[in-house]
């Protein structure tokens, strides 16, 4: 299933978070600020909440009880004659209805009750519009039969109607305090209610509010502004420390970080400074002495032919007349004529590699077909193949091999290449050495596979290596030098390809050579596999050099 992608002002948001410490520096102080101007703001808001409720309480208990008692103190002086229940009603609530609708308070008288009944069916007078069984809880009603003459109170939502019960109702907060008045009229025990609105509070709560969350955003942006700033402090010299050491390794070894100060940062400014001009130092040390090296080898391979030259002249004529010498001398100077053309192979590989070391080693492209140049090489080594009793055979793919190469140095790579398998071929094992070649639409390869000694674990890794031998005791058919492989892989890499080595215990071993079909193409993979198709299951082990 393909995943679907990402837009790329999102990946560039997460590319930033991803870099930038002072970012999720920043990003996290205002999570956990918003975290505790949070609680500490539903703290004050709460504190807040319960104070003014609180002073309200007090207040309208207080202004309750104080209409209750006046209208107690009304009733005494009622007279004991009057007997017109709904009248004495009507003249103990009106006042207090008046005072109300001037003091903000609305106010409800009903009963008897002892007979519980609702508010609406009894004998009640109460301000106008007032929705009695919304307003006044029955928690409340209950509470009032048992506390007596005692004001009880509670929380309530105070619902209004327009005139005539019409329009949709109208919903406060507010308070209701009730308390008991017995009625001359008929003996019987009255509720007076007073519902007090807490509009004022709701608009003080409000306004305190808004004052949290306005300091809250301006707090928030004050400690993003801060730890910006405070970050920027630190960040800004990481930064710079981090361009002078992508600089410094890119080769530009003269670049220093400005110091500034006597502080950590300074110090640390200071100490960075330091180690890059150690460093400057020590990789010009090693520059000069790697110059020298290769002018050393490069000079000395130079002044040796002169003398090789005589050398080899006088070893000429000595193996030349070799039939008149003795048996022992006639020996020394086939061995002297061999050696010699060991020397001479040792000297030309060593400025080769001089060439590579100081970067002098240049390409002279053509396209080359790689099947023609591996029969080349098979048929001059054919003979060395034949002394060792090594067959060899060539396996030619469906497509011709080409590429763009320099034919000479392919050559040399895949004489190495071959050379080396019959160095380390095994006699008695059949086929003896096979060379297949693969090419597909980018690339062309050439492997090579013996059946000898293989390599242990870990020895694919240093097979180039300079001078590297897998078994030191072992006799060079050949005659090689130690560099041939060395070479092999530098021309490789000349040329942007691949040179890779498989091996095994006891298994052989398999190099192959992929280059690609044009220099300007780079390699994705290679035509052929690594691991011989007639190996064992058990893995194998490649080196890519």
Request: hydrophobic share 45%; proline share 5%.
């Amino acid at each position: 299933m393909r995943r679907p992608r990402v837009p790329a002002g999102v990946r560039r948001a997460l590319t930033f978070w991803r870099r930038s410490v002072q970012a999720r520096v920043v990003a996290s102080t205002l999570v956990l600020s918003a975290v505790v101007i949070t609680a500490v703001g539903w703290f004050l808001l709460q504190q807040t909440r319960d104070g003014l409720l609180s002073n309200r309480v007090d207040a309208v208990v207080a202004e309750a009880s104080g209409e209750t008692s006046e209208a107690e103190l009304r009733l005494e002086a009622t007279l004991r004659t009057e007997v017109d229940i709904t009248r004495q009603i009507q003249d103990l609530a009106r006042p207090i209805i008046s005072r109300g609708e001037t003091r903000g308070f609305r106010v409800v008288l009903a009963g008897p009750v002892d007979d519980e009944v609702p508010l609406a069916s009894g004998n009640a007078d109460f301000s106008t519009g007032l929705d009695l069984e919304a307003s006044i809880p029955a928690s409340l009603e209950e509470r009032l039969a048992t506390v007596g003459s005692n004001p009880a109170w509670t929380y309530t939502s105070i619902v209004t109607r327009g005139a005539g019960g019409e329009g949709a109702p109208v919903s406060v907060p507010g308070i209701v305090v009730g308390s008991q008045i017995r009625l001359p009229a008929d003996g019987n025990t009255y509720a007076l209610y007073l519902l007090f609105p807490l509009d004022e509070q709701a608009e003080t709560l409000g306004l305190v509010t808004q004052a949290l969350l306005t300091a809250a955003v301006l707090l928030l942006v004050l400690v993003a502004g801060i730890t910006w700033l405070v970050t920027r402090q630190v960040v800004t010299p990481v930064r710079m420390a981090r361009q002078v050491a992508e600089r410094l390794a890119a080769g530009r070894l003269q670049e220093r970080l400005r110091v500034t100060g006597e502080d950590d940062l300074a110090r640390l400014a200071m100490s960075f400074n330091q180690m890059a001009t150690n460093l400057q130092r020590q990789i010009r040390q090693l520059e000069e002495l790697s110059r020298v090296q290769r002018r050393f080898v490069s000079d000395v391979s130079h002044e040796l032919r002169t003398p090789l030259t005589t050398v080899r002249m006088a070893g000429d004529v000595l193996h030349d007349a070799r039939g008149d010498f003795d048996p022992v001398t006639s020996r020394a100077a086939e061995l002297l004529q061999h050696e010699l053309d060991r020397f001479e192979t040792l000297l030309s590989d060593l400025l080769e590699i001089s060439r590579f070391d100081a970067g002098a080693a240049q390409l002279d492209l053509e396209d080359v077909n790689l099947g023609d140049v591996v029969r080349r090489v098979v048929d001059s080594t054919r003979p060395l193949a034949e002394q060792r009793g090594v067959s060899i055979a060539i396996a030619d793919g469906p497509q011709p091999c080409l590429a763009e190469a320099d034919v000479r140095r392919v050559e040399r790579i895949v004489r190495n290449l071959v050379t080396n398998a019959i160095d380390h071929a095994d006699p008695d094992h059949d086929p003896g050495i096979v060379i297949s070649l693969g090419s597909s639409a980018t690339a062309s390869a050439v492997a090579v596979r013996d059946y000898g000694v293989g390599l242990q674990p870990g020895e694919s890794a240093m097979v180039f290596n300079r001078f590297w031998r897998a078994d030191p005791a072992r006799a060079r058919t050949s005659g090689g030098t130690g560099l041939g492989l060395a070479i092999a892989v530098e021309d490789t890499h000349l040329h942007g390809g691949w040179l890779q080595a498989w091996g095994r215990p006891g298994e052989g071993a398999q190099f192959r050579l992929t280059l690609p079909r044009r220099t300007s193409l780079a390699l994705r993979r290679s035509p052929l596999s690594l691991e011989p198709t007639d190996a064992a299951a058990a893995p194998g082990r490649e080196a890519v050099r």
